[in-house]
């Protein structure tokens, strides 16, 4: 149990274009998901949390007009980068975590989506 | 000063050997800390969580000392599965919610 799934698991695009990023939990309800972004040889950087139904919390200095979080569902939420630019091109990975249960406050990582901007 | 702080490696030891990584936070109102472990350009996965008493998983080993916020892992017998990447996490509970704080990580390469 507790898998988490990212998609599109790599995309490249050309600069000025958004890009939608969806993260399911695929066995679980996530009470609570998570946006992580990692550059190479850096440690993954928090940029939101978001909780079904409400807005998301961004984390100092991450734009959140730039990075639009929706999470619609207890199972799904969406990452879209707006206006990308090769400077947002990284690697960005989703955790979900449900409440109590056997799963306690765990995070279970997706796969990671690999962002090139052109 | 980072939150969480490793050394960045990479430790380069011959299969069989024992290797140990350390670790420190800064932040003492950290709750929780774990080892997680991360395949070149893949997401991160929990190897275990760190308690005070110490805890062992195998030929895996962590240790917590609140008082001077350092964590170790030991890792004995190592194979050469174990060339990965390990970050130090810890978490800390606000707003009643959990946030996880990624060190920058340090890379580990058995060799035969």
């Known amino acids: 149990g507790a898998v988490v799934s990212q998609h599109p698991s790599w995309v490249i695009c050309k600069s000025g274009t958004s890009v939608k990023i969806e993260c399911r939990s695929l066995?679980?309800?996530?009470?609570?998901m998570f946006w992580y972004r990692q550059f190479p040889k850096q440690s993954l950087m928090l940029m939101a949390t978001?909780?079904?139904?409400?807005?998301?919390?961004?984390e100092q200095g991450v734009e959140k007009d730039k990075f639009l979080i929706n999470h619609a569902s207890l199972t799904l939420s969406t990452l879209t980068v707006t206006s990308a630019h090769p400077e947002d091109s990284s690697f960005y990975i989703c955790s979900a975590e449900t409440s109590g249960g056997a799963l306690g406050d765990t995070q279970y990582f997706g796969p990671g989506t690999r962002l090139t901007v052109l | 000063r980072k939150e969480v702080e490793q050394d960045p490696g990479p430790f380069n030891v011959p299969e069989g050997a024992t290797v140990a990584f350390n670790c420190t936070y800064s932040n003492s109102a950290s709750q929780s800390f774990f080892w997680y472990r991360q395949d070149c350009r893949k997401e991160p996965k929990l190897l275990m969580s760190v308690y005070s008493s110490g805890n062992e998983d195998g030929r895996f080993t962590a240790q917590l000392n609140r008082a001077s916020q350092y964590i170790s892992l030991l890792i004995r017998d190592s194979k050469l599965s174990d060339s990965a990447t390990y970050l130090c996490?810890?978490?800390?509970?606000?707003?009643?919610?959990?946030?996880?704080?990624f060190g920058t990580g340090t890379q580990l390469k058995v060799e035969l």
């Open positions: 996490v810890v978490n800390i509970r606000s707003g009643g919610g959990n946030k996880l704080t």
């Open positions: 066995d679980f309800q996530a009470t609570t």
């Open positions: 978001s909780n079904e139904g409400s807005k998301a919390t961004y």
